[in-house]
T-cell receptor
Framework: NAGVTQTPKFRVLKTGQSMTLLCAQD?????MYWYRQDPGMGLRLIHY???????AKGEVPDGYNVSRLKKQNFLLGLESAAPSQTSVYFC??????????FGPGTRLTVT | AQTVTQSQPEMSVQEAETVTLSCTYD???????LFWYKQPPSRQMILVIR??????QNATENRFSVNFQKAAKSFSLKISDSQLGDAAMYFC????????????????FGGGTRLMVKP
């Protein structure tokens, strides 16, 4: 099992550019999450999904969109990147006992 | 809204010694879950231990154990026989028991404690 994987691992964008982060899990989990982690802070929830075809806003959703077309994939989109979106992004899926399994993270820099 | 506080930004421990990391939280709920996650320099978030609030018995996973004091809203992590590989950021996290809202799908994280292990 690969667990939770994220693509890409690093990315540099210019202000106003768009991009999509891909998360994939092979554990057949229903729930998936996107978080961001800023320096010296814990993770904050951006969006989440409780199953294929569903998405919901988390704590800090502004400037991001998500899609869950397939159960194993959860995509995070930035339509017009801003320097405030410079962060490390983590995807996670939820296991049987409500624990979350995290991907390795994507470091995004917006200049 | 729930909040999670880790009052120790940094801790250090001698290899093979024991260290305790503190976590307090604020909630009006009676049922919830608590977690400790480890984040080594590789950045991967790794689950260390979990505790259900309705369980009185403290969770234990090998060298890791918790001291869960529900009335005091305290959830500390004890690492015994510390190893060099334990050096990492440690995050305490809270999850609501309830499913059908944001709170039930959020992990609320503390600010983290950086643990250094001295050889």
């Amino acid at each position: 099992n690969a667990g939770v994987t994220q693509t890409p691992k690093f990315r540099v964008l210019k202000t106003g550019q768009s991009m999509t982060l891909l998360c994939a899990q092979d554990m057949n989990h229903e729930y998936m999450y996107w978080y961001r982690q800023d320096p010296g802070m814990g993770l904050r929830l951006i969006h989440y999904s409780v199953g294929e075809g569903t998405t919901a806003k988390g704590e800090v959703p502004d400037g991001y969109n998500v899609s869950r077309l397939k159960k194993q994939n959860f995509l995070l989109g930035l339509e017009s990147a801003a320097p405030s979106q410079t962060s490390v992004y983590f995807c996670a899926s939820r296991g049987l006992y409500y624990e979350q399994y995290f991907g390795p993270g994507t470091r995004l820099t917006v200049t | 809204a729930q909040t999670v506080t880790q009052s120790q930004p940094e801790m250090s421990v001698q290899e093979a010694e024991t260290v305790t990391l503190s976590c307090t939280y604020d909630t009006s709920e009676s049922d919830y879950y608590l977690f400790w996650y480890k984040q080594p320099p590789s950045r991967q978030m790794i689950l260390v231990i979990r505790q259900e609030a309705y369980k009185q018995q403290n969770a234990t996973e090998n060298r890791f154990s918790v001291n869960f004091q529900k009335a005091a809203k305290s959830f500390s992590l004890k690492i015994s026989d510390s190893q060099l590989g334990d050096a990492a950021m440690y995050f305490c996290a809270y999850r609501s028991w309830y499913e059908n809202n944001n709170a039930g799908n959020m992990l609320t994280f503390g600010g983290g404690t950086r643990l250094m292990v001295k050889p």
